[in-house]
């Protein structure tokens, strides 16, 4: 069986409620990634930001990403999270379901890890990536209406 443990990304890099945009924007750039994951002062994940999360819902409204908080982003739904150890059948079972493409893991309810398409990729054979990725993906795929697939 394998576990969370086994595809999470351990050296997870994430940010406070109260850094700004900017200092995620600048963190995503010198990690060359695309999401942190946003943590109160005691570790427990309570969001994720990404850079289209900065473009959209930070510039695109006006708002000053120098001032705007990662806490503020992460204000809303709750997080998705699932614990160390858990079956792998079941993260991707959790991240279909919720249509996500990154799964931070816990323990004890502190953030230890975080799985992403990449892990997965990396991690599991090539027809469970693949169906992991038409689940997540279909929704967001053009329909034709010409009767062309």
Same mark, same amino acid.
């Given at each position: 069986?394998?576990?969370?443990?086994?595809?999470?990304?351990?050296?997870?890099?994430?940010?406070?409620?109260?850094?700004? *945009?900017?200092?995620?924007?600048? @963190?995503?750039? !010198?990690?060359?990634?695309?999401? &942190?994951? $946003?943590?109160?002062?005691?570790?427990?994940?309570?969001? $994720?930001?990404?850079?289209?999360?900065?473009?959209?819902?930070?510039?695109?409204?006006?708002?000053?990403?120098?001032?705007?908080?990662?806490?503020?982003?992460? !204000?809303?739904?709750? &997080?998705?999270?699932?614990?160390? #150890?858990?079956?792998?059948?079941?993260?991707?079972?959790? *991240?279909?379901?919720? !249509?996500?493409?990154?799964?931070?893991?816990?323990? !004890?309810?502190?953030?230890?890890? $975080? $799985?992403?398409?990449?892990?997965?990729? @990396?991690?599991?054979?090539?027809?469970?990536? #693949?169906?992991?990725?038409?689940?997540?993906?279909?929704?967001?795929?053009?329909?034709?209406?010409?009767?062309?697939?």
């Amino acid at each position: 069986m394998t576990t969370t443990d086994a595809v999470m990304h351990a050296d997870v890099t994430f940010i406070s409620v109260r850094d700004t *945009m900017e200092t995620a924007a600048r @963190r995503m750039h !010198q990690l060359d990634i695309g999401a &942190l994951p $946003i943590c109160d002062g005691e570790g427990h994940p309570v969001g $994720i930001v990404t850079d289209r999360d900065i473009v959209l819902k930070v510039i695109a409204h006006g708002e000053n990403p120098k001032t705007t908080t990662a806490g503020e982003l992460a !204000q809303g739904e709750q &997080l998705i999270t699932i614990k160390t #150890g858990a079956d792998i059948e079941n993260a991707l079972a959790v *991240m279909e379901q919720h !249509q996500i493409r990154r799964l931070p893991v816990t323990d !004890q309810g502190k953030l230890v890890g $975080i $799985i992403t398409e990449a892990d997965l990729a @990396r991690r599991l054979p090539d027809h469970t990536v #693949g169906e992991f990725v038409d689940a997540i993906c279909a929704k967001h795929l053009p329909s034709t209406t010409n009767g062309e697939s």
